[in-house]
């Protein structure tokens, strides 16, 4: 088992499947740097140095060149992620995935080493059909055109170590999209892209530290939690600590954090702490 140690995870996209501010809807744009969010992703970065991705959605080169947004353009190179122990993929939607060639040059820099990467079935046979050339079975180094990644299929509910880090994947509804994968990882669970927590997987989010929650906006959507719903959720499963993610364009940071009950926070890309894990 992992002990106790102290994992940094960061957010390194909070926005929703087109990011923000969505082009071509000027009312929407704001002003605000929190309000400019990537698509759906995060790290989490152990004592060793040790890197899981969560997804690897379609802005995933620019969040791994910048993780942290400091958009000076001279800190970055020494603060971007060159390795990947692996990635933890919650669902298959584009957003999430769409980034997926970008794994080739973290093959590249870990001088072939392949990548594991960790979900349903499900969901890692989809990207199997899609993107084929990625997976070649039995030739684990990276052939210098094309990403080297492995499946492996996890079983809901059971814990399995990765890189020193022991996880728990469990099933939530991403309402009429289907399922999706929640992650327990110490005392964080990640849970983005969920409409419901069915009840057999709410021992996952009991005595959590960090909540990380998938909320779209204030009114109510078929595939996604609304603001009043989070707030239901997070009333059942008391985490000392929320955070909102996967936010919708309409979504004003400043307007959010103000509003937020104690121990819920707002998320922005760059977004970063410690939690034990
Ligand atoms: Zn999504
Ligand atoms: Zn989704």
Redesign the pocket.
Known sequence: MSGEALWEFTVTGCG??HGCPMWGAPALWSSDPRDRRRR?GAFLRGPQGQILLFDCGPDLAHQLTDPYRDWDGVSYPSRCITRCDGVLITHD?A??THGINDLRHLNRLMRGRSIPLYGHNLHLEALRRMFAYCFADGDDLYAGASPALRCVPLADGQPVEIAGLVVVPFPMSHGTAGRSTGWRCGRLAYC??IKELPASSERWLSDLDLLVL?VLRDAPHPTHQCWDEALALLARCRPRRALFV?LGPEVRYREWAARAPAGVEIAYDGWTTRVAA
């Open positions: 929703t499947s759906s939607h957003d999430h983005t892209d998938g996967h």
